[in-house]
């Protein structure tokens, strides 16, 4: 019977093994744990990171929409302007026969003409298709105007009326 006892050793062993089947047991469901963890890390980082790129996307989005409607309001502007500035040289290509006589008259028209000319390049205006003609058929003008012999009134209202159809002419965009 005393065989049958295990002995001191023996209990011993059996004590270690267990104990090592515990630890290996508990290893291998924390690594099962941590290996679910990692998962479900490595899937939501993903999902943040797709997530914050959509908001980057629709940001950008809504910015380019804003600044798309900016730069239309701000060409529907200048449109206006340059069309409120050139109706005004037209005004006074008309006035100028009723306001000045004979060569005043002509010289008037020559500043006019200048003034109009460095509108169109301050405006950056000079090389639409359009101006880029007029300025080609007619860039000589105030020199013709100015050179010109004493005119009659239906002389200088004829010039004054070609001045205000050339302006009239101008592309503004």
Same mark, same amino acid.
């Given at each position: 019977m005393l065989a049958d006892v295990p002995t001191f050793f023996h209990q011993l062993w059996n004590k270690g093994i267990d104990i090592w089947a515990a630890i290996i047991a508990s290893t291998i469901s924390a690594g099962i744990v941590a290996g679910i963890?990692?998962?479900? &890390?490595? &899937?939501?980082k993903r999902r943040d990171l797709r997530h914050e790129e959509?908001?980057?996307?629709?940001?950008?989005?809504?910015?380019?929409?804003?600044a798309e409607q900016r730069r239309v309001l701000d060409e529907q502007a200048r449109q206006r302007r340059l069309a409120e500035e050139l109706s005004i040289f037209i005004t006074q290509g008309k006035e100028i026969p009723s306001k000045h006589a004979g060569m005043q008259g002509l010289i008037c028209l020559a500043d006019l003409w200048d003034t109009y000319l460095a &509108?169109?390049?301050?405006?950056?205006?000079?090389?639409?298709?359009s101006n880029l003609a007029i300025l080609n058929e007619y860039r000589e003008w105030s020199r013709g105007l100015r050179g010109g012999s004493v005119p009659t009134l239906p002389g200088l209202t004829q010039r004054s009326g070609d001045v205000v159809s050339v302006l009239r002419r101008t592309q503004l965009s």
């Amino acid at each position: 019977m005393l065989a049958d006892v295990p002995t001191f050793f023996h209990q011993l062993w059996n004590k270690g093994i267990d104990i090592w089947a515990a630890i290996i047991a508990s290893t291998i469901s924390a690594g099962i744990v941590a290996g679910i963890a990692t998962a479900a &890390w490595r &899937w939501n980082k993903r999902r943040d990171l797709r997530h914050e790129e959509q908001k980057q996307h629709q940001q950008n989005r809504i910015a380019a929409e804003f600044a798309e409607q900016r730069r239309v309001l701000d060409e529907q502007a200048r449109q206006r302007r340059l069309a409120e500035e050139l109706s005004i040289f037209i005004t006074q290509g008309k006035e100028i026969p009723s306001k000045h006589a004979g060569m005043q008259g002509l010289i008037c028209l020559a500043d006019l003409w200048d003034t109009y000319l460095a &509108w169109l390049k301050e405006n950056k205006l000079e090389h639409l298709p359009s101006n880029l003609a007029i300025l080609n058929e007619y860039r000589e003008w105030s020199r013709g105007l100015r050179g010109g012999s004493v005119p009659t009134l239906p002389g200088l209202t004829q010039r004054s009326g070609d001045v205000v159809s050339v302006l009239r002419r101008t592309q503004l965009s």
